[in-house]
């Protein structure tokens, strides 16, 4: 069975250009939560999918981020336009409902020059 | 959880030693605790959890660890360290209620093992 997908696995972007990051989670899991690692801090909460509903996104920064999961299955997130600080590793993680674990993707290294 | 510290960023220890690396929460009410591992090019795997019954869990790769709610603490425990357990562990937590919550995670320990 194929584990959370993300992709690209590395991004190099100019300031003021637009990127779109995609997830694809284990087949059949109906949460799907996006995290980011900023370079030296933790790993921090963006927001979580119930199937194509958008349960928490308190963590995202600000509405230069657009996250999206058209039904259901594979989710984006887009950052436009992108910003220095946006740097980092994104995550992608997904469970089944009812399930306590989260499976990650390898993470997509976004660098913003 | 509504914090998770790891307070040691790097922790050396020599191939074959115990290592300890140490994790504390801070909620006022009931938690749900993770370690995470990341290897070098890879995605976080789950390591143990601890959600209730028996304080002391154990996981993969012969790590365990112990809940202790009056220390708030969680630390990750291995008797004897490869060097295949280089890597950067990850404590996180989430709250017990309904739902699946987003996790709460420390800023990561990297396992430096030396030869």
């Known amino acids: 069975e194929a584990g959370v997908t993300q992709f690209p696995s590395h991004s190099v972007i100019e300031k003021g250009q637009t990127v779109t990051l995609r997830c694809d989670p284990i087949?059949?899991?109906?949460?799907l939560y996006w995290y980011r690692r900023v370079m030296g801090k933790e790993i921090k909460f963006l927001l979580h999918?119930?199937?194509?509903?958008?349960?928490?996104e308190s963590g995202m920064p600000n509405n230069r981020f657009l996250a999206e999961r058209t039904g259901g299955t594979y989710s984006t997130l887009k950052v436009q336009p992108a910003e220095l600080e946006d740097s980092g590793v994104y995550f992608c993680?997904?469970?089944?409902?009812?399930?306590?674990?989260?499976?990650f993707g390898q993470g997509t290294r976004l660098t913003v020059v | 959880a509504q914090s998770v510290t790891q307070l040691d960023s790097q922790v050396p220890v020599f191939e074959e030693a115990p290592v300890e690396l140490r994790c504390n929460y801070s909620?006022?009410?009931?938690?749900?605790l993770f370690w995470y591992v990341q290897y070098p090019n890879q995605g976080l795997q789950l390591l143990l959890k601890?959600?209730?019954?028996?304080?002391l869990v154990k996981g993969i790769n012969g790590f365990e660890a112990e809940f202790n709610k009056s220390q708030t603490s969680f630390h990750l425990r291995k008797p004897s360290v490869h060097i295949s357990d280089t890597a950067e562990y990850f404590c996180?937590?989430?709250?017990?209620?309904?739902?699946?919550?987003?996790?709460?995670f420390g800023k990561g320990t990297h396992l430096i093992i030396q030869p």
């Open positions: 993680a997904s469970s089944a409902q009812g399930d306590t674990e989260a499976f």
């Open positions: 087949s059949g899991h109906d949460n």
């Open positions: 999918f119930v199937k194509e509903s958008k349960q928490d």
């Open positions: 909620s006022s009410v009931s938690v749900y």
């Open positions: 601890y959600l209730s019954g028996s304080t």
């Open positions: 996180a937590g989430v709250l017990v209620r309904g739902g699946a919550d987003g996790l709460t």
